[in-house]
C-alpha cells in the first residue's frame, strides 16, 4: 500500500509541537511493516542548512490559489528510507518561523493544493492521503470537489488526523471562496461553516474517508461539548468513521541505554540514573543531593498544560523537600512565575525558560518524577519519554495521560505513575505530595513503580499495525 503524509512540520526539519515528532517517526515504522509512506511537508526558510544541501529537484509547476497563479516547486529527500516531499515557493514559506502570518490562509491554502496537484507529476499515486491538522484539512473537500472525477485521484481514498482540536484554522467566508473557488453550498453550517467563519480543519473532519485523534480516551472527549471546541456534534455524527491511536515515540531517539546527551547511559539501573542527577544538580546550581526528589516539567508554558494549577498552590509545593527543574517557553505570565520562584528559592527551583533538545532529554534521564497536569492532552509525549527513561509520571487523567499512565496502588503493587482526575490544584498537590511520600519513606513500593514501567511498549510497533488495518479496511471500501 502506498500512503502520503501530508502536515506541516516534522522532526528534524521543522517544529513546534508533537506534531513533528510522530510525522518524523510513524512513518519509519510503517515502512518497517511493509508500507509505502512518504511524506509532503512546506519548504520553511528554517529547515537546517545541512538538509537543503541535501534536497533534490523533483518537479515544477504552476499551481492556482483562487485567480492566483504560482509558482511551486517539489524538492525530494530521503532519510532514513522515508521519501520526504518539500513544497518549494519562497513567498510562502521563506520566512522565520513557520505559522503567525496574516496570509495563513493563503499559505496552506496554497499547500494543500499544490500536495494534489503535485502526486501525477511525481509519478506517486497513494491508496490514501493522510492529511494531519488544520494545516493540511483541505485536502479532503478538494479532493471531492475537485479532482475525484479525474482517473488518477478516483481511488484514492483520505484519512484525517486530529493531534489538537483547539486548533482549527478558521477564516472569513469569503476568503475561503476565493482560495478554493468552491461552490456556496460548501459554506453552510452542515459543511465548512464554522463561528461565521469557515474552517480547515472542520473540512477536514467532514469530508476525510475516515478520522483518527492520537488516543482513545481523546476520541470520546471530543465528542462533548467541554472538549469538542464546537465540534462535537460533528464528531458524534461521524463517531463510526474516528477511532483513536495513542501516539508512540522514536525508541531510538529516546533511549536511555545509548543517548548521547546523557553524562551516564543507563537502563533500568537506579544508581546510573542518580549520577545523571548530581550532574544536572551541579549544572543548574542546585544544591548536589541524590535524596532530594527532582520534579521536571518540560512543556510549553500555556494554561492547556495544567499551570495554573501551579500557580494554585506553587508555594505548598516548594514548601515540600523537593527540587523542581522547569524546562520550556510560552505565555509570559507562566514563564515570570517560575523566574520569580527560582530567584526567591534558588535552591528548590531552576527554571530554564527557552527550549534545548539536549538539556530535555537530561531533565529526562535525571528527574525522579514528571509533572504532566493538563487540562486537556490529546496524548503527550513527554510522559511517554519520562517512562521510557523510568521517571515517574504525575498527570491528570485526561486524553492520552489517562491512556498510558496506570495510577499506582500500593495494595496491590499495580501502576505506573500518579494521577489525579479532577482538574483541581488541591487534588494535584495531594498527588504530588503523595509520589513524594513514596519517594522518600517506601524504597520497595519505588523499586515496583520502576518495575511496571519496564512492561511499558510505547514505541511506534503497536500503534502503527492499527494505522495499517485502518488503510486496509479504507482500501476495501
Request: net charge negative; proline share 4%.
Amino acid at each position: 500500500m502506498k500512503i502520503l503524509f501530508a502536515a506541516s512540520e516534522a522532526v528534524p526539519f521543522a517544529k513546534t509541537g508533537g506534531l513533528a515528532d510522530v510525522i518524523g517517526s510513524l512513518p519509519k515504522e510503517l515502512i518497517r511493516q511493509g508500507l509505502d509512506v512518504r511524506v509532503i511537508m512546506p519548504k520553511y526558510g528554517s529547515i537546517p542548512a545541512k538538509y537543503k544541501e541535501q534536497m533534490e529537484a523533483a518537479v515544477v509547476f504552476d499551481v492556482y490559489v483562487g485567480w492566483r497563479k504560482q509558482y511551486i516547486g517539489v524538492e525530494m529527500l530521503e532519510l532514513d528510507g522515508v521519501t520526504f516531499y518539500f513544497v518549494d515557493n519562497e513567498y510562502y514559506f521563506n520566512r522565520p518561523g513557520l505559522y503567525g502570518y496574516e496570509d495563513e490562509a493563503e499559505r496552506f491554502a496554497f499547500f494543500c493544493r499544490g500536495v494534489i496537484e503535485a502526486l501525477p507529476k511525481l509519478d506517486f499515486q497513494p491508496d490514501v492521503i493522510h492529511c494531519h491538522d488544520w494545516q493540511a484539512g483541505m485536502i479532503p473537500v478538494l479532493l471531492k470537489a475537485h479532482y475525484q472525477h479525474l482517473d488518477f485521484f478516483s481511488q484514492i481514498k483520505t484519512m484525517t488526523t486530529v493531534h489538537n482540536l483547539k486548533y482549527q484554522g478558521v477564516f472569513g467566508q469569503d476568503l475561503m471562496r476565493d482560495l478554493f473557488g468552491l461552490s456556496g453550498d460548501h459554506f453552510t453550517g452542515t459543511a465548512l461553516e464554522l463561528h461565521g467563519g469557515a474552517s480547515f480543519l472542520k473540512g477536514g473532519l467532514l469530508y476525510a474517508d475516515r478520522i483518527t485523534t492520537v488516543s482513545q480516551t481523546y476520541a470520546e472527549e471530543i465528542q462533548t461539548p467541554y472538549y469538542g471546541e464546537f465540534m462535537d456534534s460533528l464528531l458524534r455524527h461521524r463517531k463510526d468513521q474516528l477511532t483513536g491511536i495513542v501516539n508512540g515515540i522514536d525508541y531510538e531517539i529516546f533511549n536511555p541505554m545509548n543517548d548521547p546527551h546523557l553524562v551516564v547511559q543507563y537502563r533500568d539501573s537506579l544508581s546510573k540514573k542518580q549520577q545523571n542527577k548530581l550532574a544536572l544538580q551541579e549544572r543548574l546550581g542546585l544544591p548536589v543531593n541524590g535524596d532530594v526528589p527532582m520534579i521536571a516539567l518540560v512543556t510549553r508554558l500555556v494554561q492547556q498544560k495544567g499551570l495554573d494549577l501551579i500557580q494554585h498552590v506553587l508555594s505548598e509545593i516548594l514548601s515540600l523537600n523537593i527540587q523542581l527543574v522547569v524546562l520550556g517557553t510560552g505565555d509570559d505570565h507562566y514563564e515570570q512565575m517560575f523566574r520569580h520562584a527560582a530567584q526567591m528559592v534558588p535552591d528548590k527551583v531552576s527554571a530554564q525558560i527557552y527550549f534545548d533538545e539536549a538539556l530535555a532529554h537530561q531533565i529526562y534521564a535525571a528527574s525522579d518524577m514528571f509533572l504532566m497536569p493538563s487540562q486537556f492532552e490529546p496524548c503527550g509525549i513527554g510522559q511517554l519519554i519520562a517512562l521510557r527513561y523510568r521517571t515517574v509520571p504525575i498527570v491528570r487523567e485526561t486524553g492520552g495521560l489517562k491512556d498510558t499512565v496506570q495510577p499506582y496502588n500500593e495494595f496491590i503493587g499495580e501502576g505506573t505513575g500518579f494521577t489525579f482526575s479532577n482538574y483541581n490544584a488541591h487534588d494535584m498537590l495531594h498527588t504530588i505530595r503523595r509520589a513524594v511520600f513514596f519517594y522518600a519513606n517506601d524504597r520497595d513500593a519505588w523499586q515496583k513503580l520502576i518495575q511496571n514501567m519496564k512492561k511499558c511498549d510505547f514505541s511506534w510497533k503497536k500503534s502503527a499495525q492499527q494505522y495499517v488495518q485502518l488503510y486496509k479496511d479504507m482500501k476495501r471500501k
